[in-house]
T-cell receptor, first 109, second 116 residues
């Protein structure tokens, strides 16, 4: 079954601390994975996707097929990073996105 | 930068009434989607639409739901005879429909539907 798991509902860190938002997936094929972010009262927006191998706003995510993970990392959290983060998997046959339940990142001053 | 827009931002309706949620996708995009998020739950795929027809739908998308592209810009989701459990945030998304590449879906701000 296709599934995305984000085990943490809430992650609270202090400004300047490293951040790792966990994402595991289940997919029978070559996955296309994304991180979307939703800041307070704003729309879901793409943060990064694994195929582009970019670093956006200091965030990176590496696809680990052995561990079926796509964890989101940032070495030094900023207060403006506080938001809801969703990991998503694209079903290659249908283009639909399968979302995890999301992790709320709270960066304390 | 072009964005997906949705109206209304909040819709309150009585159980059993019909509602139409409207979306204007990004103008050169070819794929359109509806997702919903019940409070406290994950974002769930409802339906995708391409070339004026449904290309994929989830098991949630039963006969109560329908989608339409009535003109060159709007994309609508109609819910007939709403139920209490239809209360959710409904997101529209669109994508370019690129071939041989991973397409990015761009989301609208959502319509919060409250069924009383």
């Amino acid at each position: 079954a296709q599934r995305v798991t984000q085990p943490e509902k809430l992650l609270s860190v202090f400004k300047g601390a490293p951040v790792e938002l966990k994402c595991n997936y289940s997919y029978s094929g070559s996955p296309e994975l994304f991180w979307y972010v939703q800041y307070s009262r704003q729309r879901l927006q793409l943060l990064l996707r694994h195929i582009s191998r970019e670093s956006i706003k200091g965030f990176t995510a590496d696809l680990n097929k052995g561990e079926t993970s796509f964890h989101l990392k940032k070495p030094f959290a900023q207060e403006e990073d506080s938001a809801m983060y969703y990991c998503a998997l694209e079903d290659g046959a249908t283009n639909k996105l399968i979302f995890g339940t999301g992790t709320l990142l709270a960066v304390q001053p | 930068e072009p964005e997906v827009t949705q109206t209304p931002s909040h819709q309150v309706t009585q159980m059993g009434q019909e509602v139409i949620l409207r979306c204007v996708p990004i103008s050169n995009h070819l794929y359109f989607y509806w997702y919903r998020q019940i409070l406290g739950q994950k974002v769930e795929f409802l339906v995708s639409f391409y070339n004026n027809e449904i290309s994929e739908k989830s098991e949630i998308f039963d006969d109560q739901f329908s989608v339409e592209r009535p003109d060159g810009s709007n994309f609508t989701l109609k819910i007939r005879s709403t139920k209490l459990e239809d209360s959710a945030m409904y997101f529209c998304a669109s994508s370019e429909g690129l071939a041989f590449s991973t397409d990015t879906q761009y989301f609208g701000p959502g319509t919060r539907l409250t069924v009383l």
